[in-house]
């Protein structure tokens, strides 16, 4: 065949068409004096901590590949999650536990049920790999609408239903019996997203339940309670036989060697973590409680380290921009459904939440 390299100006006709209609994910900008727009933790990992890392990655062959199935780091999460190690995959991220459970189950048309508004991965990744998304709106207060998830699987019977509780960017979440009654109906896997779940009410989450429900998958990061956004670890907890279904997709040698010995360290100091957490969690029960004094603007209740709140009286875009102009940072999620005048804003350190609430005051009351 003739090559028409004049025709093919870029070459992106051969890119499939799911990948040429998306956007892709929205990069948030990542600067700012008080940055409190990516659910992060305002803590560091403490200087001793580091410094322990860095002796025992020195002492690791830098020239080898690292273990393809990080073994003492799976030891040492199922100690920490009480389950067993055979269950457990880890993840450069839970983004990229996300994409494998995603590829290992969903191809052409395969049925993903989602809730709606939810984080921005999910319909991504499901519109890549060309899956038929099924979305279930969250009630008018931004709660889930368990029944409506229940009837949704009955009718659709989806390969894969995907909810995180927490929920980003609304902090609802669902309790083990709605899971429980969530899991009842069909037999398609429930992946719960538990990235934010140690600031819950529910902070061992649904672990316990997959003993009972073979087609229950648990993800979790290191990004939120554990400090270490920046390291990338995530991991998925499920049956033995799944997890090595699951398996199968992730490309070898995932974790480097810095992230697997770090992620171990991490899982050693947990006590401080667990501090960081009550304080985090204090600290979102402060700024719930502070948006609620400011006029114009609506608070919802969140169980995860970051308060939703709608600006109901300025223009949204407006209030964004000045809060930007002075150096602070929220996250704009005016363009998710059901959302548009509302803001996402991530409980930091209380110097931080209180120059953001005093600003946004002196914004929608001056
Ligand atoms: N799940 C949810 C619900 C999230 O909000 C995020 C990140 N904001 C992730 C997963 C991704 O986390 P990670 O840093 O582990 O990839």
Same mark, same amino acid.
């Given at each position: 065949m003739e090559i028409s390299v004049l025709k093919m100006?870029? #070459? $992106?006709?051969? $890119?499939?068409r799911s990948v040429r209609e998306i956007k892709g994910y929205?990069?948030? &900008? *990542? /600067?700012? /004096? %008080?940055?409190?727009?990516?659910?992060?933790? &305002?803590?560091? $990992?403490p200087d001793e901590v580091k410094d322990e890392i860095f002796d025992a990655v020195r002492k %690791? =062959?830098?020239g080898r590949y690292p273990e393809c199935d990080p073994a003492e780091l799976r030891l040492r999460l199922g100690e920490y999650a009480n389950f *067993? &190690?055979? #269950?457990i995959l880890v993840g450069n991220g839970s983004n990229e536990m996300i994409l494998s459970l995603v590829l290992a189950a969903i191809s052409d048309g395969d049925k993903i049920l989602i809730p709606s508004p939810t984080f921005t991965v999910y319909p991504l990744l499901g519109k890549i790999v060309e899956g038929e998304l099924i979305t279930v709106n969250l009630t008018e207060?931004?709660?889930?609408?368990v029944d409506g998830i229940v009837t949704a699987r009955k009718n659709y019977n989806p390969k894969l239903t995907i909810i995180p509780s927490p929920n980003n960017p609304t902090g609802c979440v669902l309790n083990n019996n709605d899971i429980e009654e969530i899991l009842k109906f069909g037999d398609g896997i429930l992946a719960l997203d /538990?990235?934010? $779940?140690?600031? *819950?009410?529910? &902070? =061992?989450?649904? %672990?316990?339940?997959i003993e009972r429900f073979p087609n229950l998958i648990i993800l979790r990061t290191f990004s939120k309670a554990l400090c270490a956004? #920046?390291?990338?670890i995530g991991y998925l907890i499920t049956n033995p036989e799944l997890t090595g279904q699951i398996r199968k997709t992730i490309l070898p040698y995932n974790i480097g060697i810095f992230s697997r010995t770090a992620a171990v360290k991490l899982i050693e100091a947990k006590n401080l973590i667990n501090e960081r957490v009550e304080y985090i969690i204090e600290q979102r029960e402060y700024i719930f409680k502070e948006l609620k004094k400011i006029k114009g603007i609506k608070p919802y209740p969140s169980q995860a380290n970051f308060v939703l709140f709608e600006?109901?009286?300025?223009e949204p875009n407006e209030v964004y921009s000045k809060l930007y102009e002075n150096g602070i940072l929220i996250r704009d999620?005016? *363009?998710?459904p059901m959302l548009s005048r509302a803001f996402r804003v991530t409980a930091g350190k209380k110097e931080e939440n209180n120059i953001f609430l005093e600003k946004l005051k002196e914004i929608m009351e001056g």
């Open positions: 100006k870029t #070459g $992106i006709e051969n $890119i499939k929205k990069n948030p &900008p *990542s /600067e700012a /004096e %008080i940055k409190l727009n990516q659910n992060e933790n &305002p803590f560091p $990992i %690791i =062959d830098w *067993s &190690p055979d #269950g207060d931004f709660r889930f609408d /538990e990235a934010y $779940i140690q600031f *819950s009410d529910n &902070p =061992d989450g649904a %672990i316990g339940l956004a #920046g390291l990338r600006c109901l009286e300025k999620v005016t *363009s998710y």
